[in-house]
Nanobody, 125 residues
Framework: QVQLRDSGGGSVQAGDSLRLSCAAS????????MGWFRQAPGKEREFVSG??????????YYADSVKGRFTISRDNAKNTVYLQMNSLKPEDTAVYYC????????????????WGQGTQVTVSS
């Protein structure tokens, strides 16, 4: 059974940092492209960051809104993907989800095969 477990969310002040984790069981994350998405109340789920499979060079992708502030990374030994979020803003408030895909455009949610349960990030001004 495949399971992705999101964690690391919380309530912080603007300018603070958080690191989200996505620990996997049942699959080897280095064989999958990974992504982080977020969904704020009343809004559609949006792409935040993505990473290609390890053997293809693990190209990293970022939404313009987080470029320069967020960093995606993967620890293959721990079978875990991270999202380091710095200089957080109130508009970053959302539920964050990690996801794994075999192929396809990293920015499209429909290309992902497995999803975490989500972790809440709340940034106050």
């Amino acid at each position: 059974q495949v399971q992705l477990r999101d964690s690391g969310g919380g309530s912080v002040q603007a300018g603070d940092s958080l690191r989200l984790s996505c620990a996997a069981s049942g699959i080897t994350l280095s064989n999958y492209g990974m992504g982080w998405f977020r969904q704020a109340p009343g809004k559609e789920r949006e792409f935040v960051s993505g990473m290609g499979v390890s053997w293809s060079g693990a190209t990293k992708y970022y939404a313009d809104s987080v470029k320069g502030r967020f960093t995606i990374s993967r620890d293959n030994a721990k079978n875990t993907v991270y999202l380091q979020m710095n200089s957080l803003k109130p508009e970053d408030t959302a539920v964050y989800y990690c996801a794994a895909r075999r192929t396809g455009d990293p920015e499209l949610p429909g290309n992902y095969d497995y999803w975490g349960q989500g972790t809440q990030v709340t940034v106050s001004s």
